[in-house]
């Protein structure tokens, strides 16, 4: 194939080479077709999991707990972290703010697994997290601090009686890489502990990238 050309895939000249073309600046012109991230998840690596069994927020910053830690077992891929979530399950009457912590922890042991479904999104069957599997789960894990930080807006609040209703997300847009035999530690953090129960997760995209160690 000549240098300065890339080959059409699909379509009636799908195969042949088309010319690639750029700016005065050598910077390459393209036109995005599809959305955001739809390449990624027609490849299949997609998945979103989050915490089954509810836990309380944390009313300071993080440091050696994590409510969700998840933990890339793999030997090759690394988990390209797409977005943040939590919700509040069970809040109590009073004006309250929230944000999730976040952060990548270095080279570790494996965590206890505790069993979580994690869905595809595009459609393959449903995975649960095992000990030995390529995703290993651990809830309420003790882990080292390695820059705890709040992703996303500060979520506020108030509620007049003891109901659920407050949830978000963050798009983290792979501002976030979780190499092998390392993990996402997931927590949420704000001003009322009593009364207050959340799960929180996230989604990633499970892809062999260079990384520096």
């Given at each position: 194939?000549?240098?300065?050309?890339?080959?059409?895939?699909?379509?009636?000249?799908?195969?042949?080479?088309?010319?690639?073309?750029?700016?005065?600046?050598?910077?390459?012109?393209?036109?995005?077709?599809?959305?955001?991230?739809?390449?990624?998840?027609?490849k299949g690596g997609g998945w979103s999991m989050q915490t089954a069994t509810l836990f309380a927020p944390l009313v300071a910053i993080p440091t050696t707990v994590?409510?969700?830690?998840?933990?890339?077992?793999?030997?090759?891929?690394?988990?390209?972290?797409?977005?943040?979530?939590?919700?509040?399950?069970?809040?109590?009457?009073?004006?309250q703010t929230y944000a999730i912590y976040a952060c990548v922890s270095t080279t570790k042991a494996a965590p206890a697994n505790t069993a979580i479904k994690m869905?595809?999104?595009?459609?393959?069957?449903?995975?649960?997290?095992?000990?030995?599997?390529?995703?290993?789960?651990?809830?309420?894990?003790?882990?080292?601090?390695?820059?705890?930080?709040?992703?996303?807006?500060?979520?506020?609040?108030?509620?007049?009686?003891?109901?659920?209703?407050?949830?978000?997300?963050?798009?983290?847009?792979?501002?976030?890489?979780?190499?092998?035999?390392?993990?996402?530690?997931?927590?949420?953090?704000?001003?009322?502990?009593?009364?207050?129960?959340?799960?929180?997760?996230?989604?990633?995209?499970?892809?062999?990238?260079?990384?520096?160690?």
């Amino acid at each position: 194939m000549a240098a300065n050309t890339a080959v059409q895939r699909g379509g009636a000249a799908g195969g042949l080479p088309l010319p690639l073309e750029s700016n005065e600046f050598h910077e390459l012109l393209v036109a995005q077709g599809l959305p955001p991230y739809a390449e990624m998840t027609r490849k299949g690596g997609g998945w979103s999991m989050q915490t089954a069994t509810l836990f309380a927020p944390l009313v300071a910053i993080p440091t050696t707990v994590a409510a969700l830690e998840i933990y890339n077992n793999m030997s090759k891929d690394s988990l390209i972290i797409d977005t943040l979530f939590a919700s509040q399950v069970l809040s109590t009457a009073a004006s309250q703010t929230y944000a999730i912590y976040a952060c990548v922890s270095t080279t570790k042991a494996a965590p206890a697994n505790t069993a979580i479904k994690m869905f595809s999104s595009s459609g393959r069957d449903v995975r649960e997290t095992t000990a030995a599997g390529p995703i290993i789960a651990g809830i309420g894990t003790t882990v080292v601090a390695n820059g705890w930080r709040p992703w996303g807006t500060v979520q506020a609040w108030g509620t007049a009686t003891a109901t659920p209703g407050n949830a978000w997300h963050v798009d983290i847009d792979g501002k976030l890489i979780v190499p092998p035999k390392r993990a996402l530690l997931l927590h949420v953090v704000g001003a009322l502990a009593t009364a207050s129960t959340f799960q929180v997760g996230a989604s990633f995209y499970e892809a062999d990238v260079a990384y520096v160690t």
